[in-house]
């Protein structure tokens, strides 16, 4: 990452700034979006796999993800992720081997997080707050597998914009029961102390089974939503589908 990219984020975080600063800050979050809306439009209906970046081929939790993304690409859905290793490559692999559409909406890290090599389309952001706009903005259903604070950040807020009616009841799986049993336990424990209602806890199914989740998916996103059509690029806008941007 930019040193300089990297200290105007701390900057941004440590409360007002001088109004041109914070001018500067807003247009270059402007153009992230912009890069993201133009690379994304043509995708059609998405399902977006959250996981953990550090899984290796061998992992049972990446052929998880390879067989589910396989699968979703069937129904006819873009598997999109955040376009990095580990689950996000296996959800994408898994989609290319089955001939569907894979896409990626990739974070710049200190560590270099690079695109993995499964992308037909995708976007490198800045922003963590930007990039989890556009993993939400283009999907119908969201996957969750095992992962770290990254993804447990992104099932929450999947669920926190359902809870609150900001989002369509959109499908939302988390795979892994006995990786995720204490985090499930402890959701169950909000119920008790009355923080969540007893029906929150239905805003996800949790599972370990492929099917289930796939059928899932497809029971309430195409008998529920009238999904998208595909989108055409206009040459007149220069819109044309290219690798990265």
Known sequence: MDTTLKKEEHVFLEGPQARRKEGVFMLKVLVEFVKGFRKFHFLGPCVTVF???????????????????????????????????????AANRGAKKAGGLSAG?????????????????????NYFFVRKVLLTKYSYAFVVMPGGYGTLDEFFESITLIQTGKMKKFPVVLIGRQFHKELY????????????KE????????????????EHIKKYTLERFQLHPWHKPRWWLGEKLLRGI
């Open 51 to 89: 996981g953990s970046a550090r899984f290796t081929e061998e992992h049972k939790y990446y052929k998880m993800a390879e067989e589910i993304g396989g699968q979703l690409s069937e129904l006819g859905y873009t598997v999109m992720t955040g376009g990095g290793p580990g689950i996000m490559e």
């Open 199 to 214: 029906e929150d806890i239905g805003l996800f199914l949790f599972t370990d089974d492929i099917k289930e989740a796939v």
């Open 105 to 125: 909406c990739n974070i710049v890290l200190p560590a270099e997080q690079i695109p993995n090599r499964y992308l037909d389309q995708w976007v490198s952001i």
């Open 185 to 196: 336990e402890h959701l169950l424990s909000l119920i008790k102390e009355g923080t969540i």
